[in-house]
């Protein structure tokens, strides 16, 4: 691998056509239905092993569980509740993605901004249009601030854009940090493995620094599926009612 960028490359592992419409398998399928696999196995065999005195395992899961209700009605209030499997589904998804990439040979999925971009960009039209069904045109009002009249025509574009923003935002900020972070570690690696050649010892010395950079990895991971799980829950606050607006 002669670039650090080469660890996201896409590329067909097996070629399918059917009918004109390419079913080819990727490198980046594989890691994605692993982790829907793990996540379907992982709430299958914490609900059909519960006990009255949780288990470690059980233990972790009920403080996540308790974790999101918290941030939820926090950001949202109780009308969050009700997507609770949703806001479950996507913490974990991405928080399992974001680990899975740290693993060696591991393919980073959240580094790919089109994957992500896809995912903010279908979650913040849904949310869009569920405020829509919820109040009809009245949820317009979101791009109305309280102003001056003749502010208005300054104002409500850029409130429009600043909404439209949040497609980007949330998937460049979660790409980015993921891409950074294992471009760098590859390139200590690559350094240290090339270091070998000359000093055994010198290279030892610069585990450490890599070892440290991978408990920020680590952070990394866990951080961004908070952010990325927090945003979209104060992005449903906004459905939670006209009042707020």
Avoid at 22 to 41: A, G, K, R
Avoid at 146 to 168: A, G, K, N, T
Avoid at 214 to 229: N, R
């Amino acid at each position: 691998m002669k670039s650090p960028l080469e660890q996201f490359d896409i590329f067909n592992i097996k070629l399918v056509s059917f009918g004109g419409v390419d079913f080819s398998l990727n490198n980046i399928l594989i890691p994605f239905f692993l982790i829907l696999l793990f996540i379907c196995v992982y709430i299958c065999v914490y609900s059909y092993n519960l006990s009255i005195i949780p288990f470690y395992i059980q233990n972790i899961v009920e403080s996540i569980y308790i974790f999101l209700i918290y941030l939820i009605k926090q950001q949202a209030g109780t009308y969050g509740f009700f997507w609770f499997p949703f806001i479950f589904c996507i913490f974990h998804f991405i928080l399992f993605s974001n680990l899975f990439s740290l693993i060696p040979f591991g393919i980073a999925l959240t580094s790919h901004l089109i994957l992500i971009f896809w995912l903010s960009c279908t979650t913040c039209i849904s949310i869009f249009i569920i405020g829509l069904l919820r109040f009809h045109l009245k949820f317009l009002y979101i791009f109305i601030p309280q102003c001056p009249f003749i502010l208005l025509p300054v104002l409500i574009p850029i409130e429009i854009f600043s909404y439209l923003i949040r497609l980007f935002s949330l998937s460049i900020r979660l790409a980015a940090n993921i891409l950074a972070g294992h471009t760098l570690v590859h390139i200590i690696v690559t350094f240290i493995l090339n270091l070998i050649k000359v000093d055994l010892i010198l290279s030892i010395i610069f585990l450490i620094p890599l070892f440290l950079i991978l408990i920020l990895e680590f952070g990394v991971a866990l951080l961004q599926a908070y952010v990325f799980t927090v945003l979209t829950c104060i992005y449903l606050g906004d459905t939670k009612s006209l009042g707020a607006h």
